[in-house]
Nanobody, 120 residues
Framework: QVQLVESGGGLVQPGGSLRLSCAASGSIFRFNVIGWYRQAPGKQRELVAIIVRGGVTTYADSVKGRFTISRDNAKNNVFLQMNSLKPEDTAVYYC??????????????WGQGTQVTVSS
């Protein structure tokens, strides 16, 4: 069973930075895509940043130039460096991974989430 465990959330002032980590149980090479989503109160969950197996990254327009997704293949970790944080970045951030199982079906996994609050 795949487990994704997020850490690194917290309270930060506008303009500050945080680095989120997602630790996967097992090799992250098994995943076609791994990345971060977020959900603010009263809003739908939305994509923040993802990285595919080949290394190509995709970002939401709202975070381009401020957030950077990266991975440490040796330690099976994925990171989200968040700079120049804004109050509208406040949300629960979730790690997500997609893989194709032995039967050819897509499987999706979610972490438990970590709260990020941007406030003065």
């Amino acid at each position: 069973q795949v487990q994704l465990v997020e850490s690194g959330g917290g309270l930060v002032q506008p303009g500050g930075s945080l680095r989120l980590s997602c630790a996967a149980s097992g090799s992250i090479f098994r995943f076609n895509v791994i990345g971060w989503y977020r959900q603010a109160p009263g809003k739908q969950r939305e994509l923040v940043a993802i990285i595919v197996r080949g290394g190509v990254t995709t970002y939401a327009d709202s975070v381009k130039g401020r957030f950077t997704i990266s991975r440490d293949n040796a330690k099976n970790n994925v990171f989200l460096q968040m700079n120049s944080l804004k109050p509208e970045d406040t949300a629960v951030y979730y790690c997500n991974a997609e893989e194709i199982d032995y039967s050819g079906s897509y499987q999706y996994y979610w972490g438990q989430g970590t709260q990020v609050t941007v406030s003065s």
